[in-house]
């Protein structure tokens, strides 16, 4: 496993490309006022976790 940072050029072109774009805040007014579009919320991903593929590509970006 990797951690980089990307740009977010880069980051979209990554989600457009399958990887999973997850807001990490732990608070739904947080994730409503910093999403971006296709991202889900940092409570969403810890439900969709198990069931995630182990090579699945994950960005997490914080405002």
């Known amino acids: ?6 740009a977010p050029p880069a980051a979209h072109g990554r989600q457009q490309a399958g990887a999973l774009l997850v807001c990490a ?3 739904n007014e947080q994730f409503e006022a910093n999403r971006l579009a296709g991202a889900i919320s940092l409570q969403r991903f810890r ?3 198990p069931g995630l593929e182990k090579n699945r590509e994950i960005i997490f970006y914080c405002a």
Not at 1 to 6: D, G, K, N, P
């Open 1 to 6: 496993m990797a951690v980089t940072s990307l």
């Open 47 to 49: 439900e969709m976790l």
């Open 25 to 27: 805040y732990d608070s």
